[in-house]
């Protein structure tokens, strides 16, 4: 099992720029790809970035493509999503994940092919 510790949300207006990290810890060395998920009220878990770790290739969401980037620091067990150009339909509560069966490595920007989960970490954004 891994366990994921979120950090860096916040409050921002249109147009600013966020950073959230997540440090996996456990059973690191079995995942098979890392990545954020996010949910606003009254609507499904929406996929926003991951990185397959099989081979290296990184997904996005098409709301976010251009705007965010997502990196991986492997000495640090650490991924990070750097936020750009924030808009308020941004807002949400922003999930790390991390995949460690083969069935994520095909279904990378599936939410159900990811068997751990971060607590959440809240990004509003203003108008």
């Known amino acids: 099992q891994v366990q994921l510790v979120e950090s860096g949300g916040g409050l921002v207006q249109a147009g600013g720029s966020l950073r959230l990290s997540c440090t996996a810890s456990g059973r690191t060395s079995r995942t098979y790809a890392m990545g954020w998920f996010r949910q606003a009220p009254g609507k499904d878990r929406e996929f926003v970035a991951a990185?397959?770790?099989?081979?290296?290739?990184?997904y996005y969401a098409d709301s976010v493509k251009g705007r965010f980037t997502l990196s991986r620091d492997n000495t640090r067990n650490t991924v990070s999503l750097l936020m750009n150009s924030l808009e308020p339909e941004d807002t949400a509560v922003y999930y790390c994940?991390?995949?460690?069966?083969?069935?994520?490595?095909?279904?990378?920007?599936?939410?159900?092919?990811?068997?751990?989960w971060g607590q959440g970490t809240q990004v509003t954004v203003s108008s």
């Open positions: 994940a991390a995949g460690s069966t083969s069935r994520v490595k095909t279904r990378t920007k599936v939410a159900d092919a990811y068997e751990s």
């Open positions: 990185n397959n770790w099989s081979d290296g290739t990184t």
